[in-house]
């Protein structure tokens, strides 16, 4: 048995998943983390200001530690790390991947938009199952398409814009203006006309990735009374319910989103910025149903490692 340890630098968040792996194939989660260390925070839109800032970069480095003390608690490990759209568009990434190269030893594979976008769709068809759907991973600095049919990624893309940089350019941290999320909805929509084989989704399941989705499963789940707010993979509601819950956020205050959101509240202010493309995309190609899934970029590296180690997964558990 191997210990597959997957280190995840996003721009919002560092996660950290350990795994069993069986020689016949066999996966078992059994450590699973996140700390929000906001690594794209203040890094800008345009080329010349996107530099990660030191606060950013001392938070993640900070996370690191606290996962390598983790990791190494366990015996035969392999490690991967991965990072995504916030050191994807950085200018001085180099500075930073060589300091993480210093703190845990290792090249962390910066995965391109596409990379990332396919990976997200290994994740979600091998561990949900959908061989029809629209799939959306809306991370921090960025958000993947990918339209599947037949259980083939038929179209997927990168957006370079997420919950961290579309809440900072659109204001829309504490209680937006209807003029900025007038912007905001207009700049959203710009992209999805950019995509004509966006159309081809109109009316297939929505499979939603990333955090700010995840948590409108997890505040679904508490109004549901579930005893378990970590149940939320194949948790299923309907657009309309998705963009009411979306309304009632809209008009609140950052700190009225903080109650609400409770052990979530650290997503308060990028949360708008993180469920509008969802939105615009529910009502654009009238979709009528959502479904939300824990498994996405990690799942998918596993998948991708353990076929290039000539194994075939027969059963992941958590």
Known sequence: MENLVIIDLGSNSVRLSISEVYPDGTIKEVQRRKIQSRLAEGMGQDAEEKILRPAAIKRTLAALAEFKAEYEQYENIQL?????????????????????????????????????????????????????????????????????????????????????????????????????????????????????????????????????????????????????????????????????????????????????????ADRADIIIGGLTPVVQLVQTLALPEIVFSESGVREGVIFEMLKTAGLSPVAFSR
């Open 80 to 264: 991967k790390g991965i990072a995504t759209a916030a050191v994807r568009t950085a200018k001085n990434s180099n500075d930073f991947l060589r300091a993480v190269k210093e703190l845990i030893g290792i090249e962390i594979e910066v995965l391109s938009g596409d990379s990332e976008a396919y990976y997200d769709y290994l994740g979600v068809v091998n561990l949900l199952g959908t061989q029809d759907c629209l799939i959306i991973d809306m991370g921090g600095g960025s958000f993947e398409l990918i339209l599947v049919r037949d259980g083939q990624a038929k179209n997927l893309v990168s957006i370079p814009y997420g919950a961290v940089s579309l809440s900072e350019k659109f204001k829309a941290q504490d209680q937006i203006t209807a003029g900025d999320l007038f912007r905001m909805q207009r700049f959203i929509q710009v992209q999805f006309d950019s995509l004509p084989w966006l159309r081809e989704g109109y009316g297939l399941p929505l499979v939603l990735l990333g955090g700010a989705n995840r948590t409108v499963a997890r505040y679904e789940l508490c109004k549901r009374n579930a005893k378990k707010l970590t149940d939320l993979h194949g948790l299923t509601l309907k657009g309309s319910e998705f963009a009411d819950i979306y309304g009632e956020w809209l008009a609140m205050t950052c700190q009225e989103r903080q109650q609400v959101l409770k052990e979530e």
